[in-house]
């Protein structure tokens, strides 16, 4: 069992669980407001500098969990395709394209946020993301799209999934009580913005 899941971390599919997906024939499309745009493999991911963040992921419906996240940093592959200047948000698509969500471009670059694929030194399964995801810690949870296949470069800002049934636009972490999922779903409480530690 991973680790994700011996701590019985929440699993969130409002599309619906995608089954099992192949790692090995992965790809990101990465399309939009950039000179360079490419189709990046599995085995491209896998040549470019690695990245790892201990890091909490912490969702609205008010959980947290932190672990050490492997992959790459957004920012290399945004690197790679040579973004236009009037990019101004990165908005990504799981899986059958279903779900969607949008980041501003600022938070893009941070150096936490991430695709992701390896919690605590284990890839990740379909479950929680895999074969890869975002990761950002600085806004809540549903920004961080899991089994990504397309990142596209906008112009201009586009609700996603969970923007157009209610949930905020910016994402921004809002203070409260908050289950720590490391120690046994305890419950603490939180900060506004990235979750580094609780506040209790
Ligand atoms: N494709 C997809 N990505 C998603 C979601 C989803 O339903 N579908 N849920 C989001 C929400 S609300 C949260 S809190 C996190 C939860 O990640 P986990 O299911 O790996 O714990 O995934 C986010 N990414
Ligand atoms: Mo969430």
Redesign the pocket.
């Known amino acids: 069992m991973s680790k ?1 899941a011996s701590m019985n ?7 619906g669980h ?1 089954g099992k997906l192949d790692r090995e024939s992965w790809t990101i499309e990465v399309t939009g407001s950039c000179n360079k745009p490419r189709i990046f493999s599995w085995q491209d991911l896998l040549v470019l500098p690695p990245a790892q963040e201990i890091a909490r ?5 008010r ?1 947290s ?1 932190k672990g050490l996240w492997s992959g790459v940093r957004l920012s290399t592959i945004l690197d790679e395709v040579d973004l236009l200047p009037s990019c101004k948000f990165v908005r990504f698509w ?2 059958r394209l ?2 969607d ?1 949008s980041i501003p471009l600022d938070i893009a670059l941070k150096p936490k946020t991430m695709v992701a694929w390896e919690f605590d030194n284990e890839l ?1 399964d379909e ?3 895999g074969p890869v ?2 990761m950002t810690p600085y806004l ?8 990504l296949v397309k990142i596209e470069l906008m112009d201009y800002y586009q609700p996603g ?2 923007e157009l049934r209610g ?1 905020t636009d910016s994402g921004e972490i809002e203070a409260g009580p908050c289950l720590d999922v490391n120690e046994g779903h305890k419950l603490k409480r939180i900060g506004g913005g990235e979750v580094v530690e609780f506040l209790d």
């Open positions: 994700l971390t929440p699993i969130f599919w409002a599309e995608p992921l912490t969702s609205d419906t959980w969990v799981s899986h279903i779900y969500t990740l479950n929680y993301g995801r975002i809540w949870g549903y920004k961080s799209a899991k089994c999934f969970w949930y």
